[in-house]
């Protein structure tokens, strides 16, 4: 049974790089069946996907975030990681890591979506 | 870039009831849509795929369906545990995803 949990600070200061990251248990984050992704919750607002990442490294980006954010993986930890860099308050989030479920090969995608979450992590940016 | 919306963006109702939220998408996505449902203070969960699969595990009474632009979750017959929030997310540009601004359905 695949789980995520996402670790980090709670607390960033304005300007400064956020950096999470997100452990996966009870399966492999090499595995072809999945990509991993961020997500966040701004306080009373919806949802925001930030980036995806396959085992291999490949990176995909929301362009509203792109400057900003890096995506990277470790497969000898399984685990994934999220920077995000010269954060304001606008960044103060509950950040969810998620597990990207598919089958096929671009551009014949078979998508069966974001199927395991972690539980999300509270970040505040805040001096 | 693919912008999604959601309507209602509240809706009140009781058990029992049957409850259709719409989610359209600025550009044909074909089917390729999931549906969201997530409770306060809680991750959210998957509930339909691919416009109309439903997710393993998740109850019958929920339904998905449309193709192209227009979509519509529909819950048949509302349950307690059903009052939440539901979100749309279109993959037609996958790996790269957006969601929906969400519906709320609460009790009336």
């Known amino acids: 049974q695949l789980q995520l949990q996402e670790s980090g600070p709670g607390l960033v200061k304005p300007s400064e790089t956020l950096s999470l990251t997100c452990t996966v248990s009870?399966?492999?984050?090499?595995?072809?069946?999945?990509?991993w992704g961020w997500i966040r919750q701004p306080p009373g607002k919806g949802l925001e996907w930030i980036g995806s990442?396959?085992?291999?490294?490949?990176?995909y980006y929301n362009p509203s975030l792109k400057s900003r954010v890096t995506i990277s993986v470790d497969t000898s930890k399984n685990q994934f990681s999220l920077k995000l860099s010269s954060v304001t308050a606008a960044d103060t989030a509950v950040y969810y890591c998620?597990?990207?479920?598919?089958?096929?090969?671009?551009?014949?995608?078979?998508?069966?979506?974001?199927?395991?979450w972690g539980q999300g992590t509270t970040v505040t940016v805040s001096s | 870039d693919i912008q999604m919306t959601q309507s209602p963006s509240s809706v009140s109702a009781s058990v029992g009831d049957r409850v259709t939220i719409t989610c359209r998408a600025s550009q044909g996505i074909s089917s390729w849509l999931a549906w969201y449902q997530q409770k306060p203070g809680k991750a959210p969960k998957l509930l339909i795929y691919?416009?109309?699969s439903l997710q393993s595990g998740v109850p019958s009474r929920f339904s998905g369906s449309g193709s192209g632009t227009d979509f519509t979750l529909t819950i048949s017959s509302l349950q307690p545990e059903d009052f939440a929030t539901y979100y749309c997310?279109?993959?037609?540009?996958?790996?790269?995803?957006?969601f929906g601004p969400g519906t709320k359905v609460d009790i009336k």
């Open positions: 998620a597990s990207v479920r598919y089958s096929g090969s671009y551009p014949d995608y078979y998508y069966y979506g974001m199927d395991v």
């Open positions: 009870g399966g492999s984050i090499s595995s072809s069946s999945y990509y």
């Open positions: 691919a416009a109309s």
């Open positions: 997310q279109q993959a037609n540009s996958f790996p790269l995803f957006t």
């Open positions: 990442i396959y085992y291999s490294g490949s990176t």
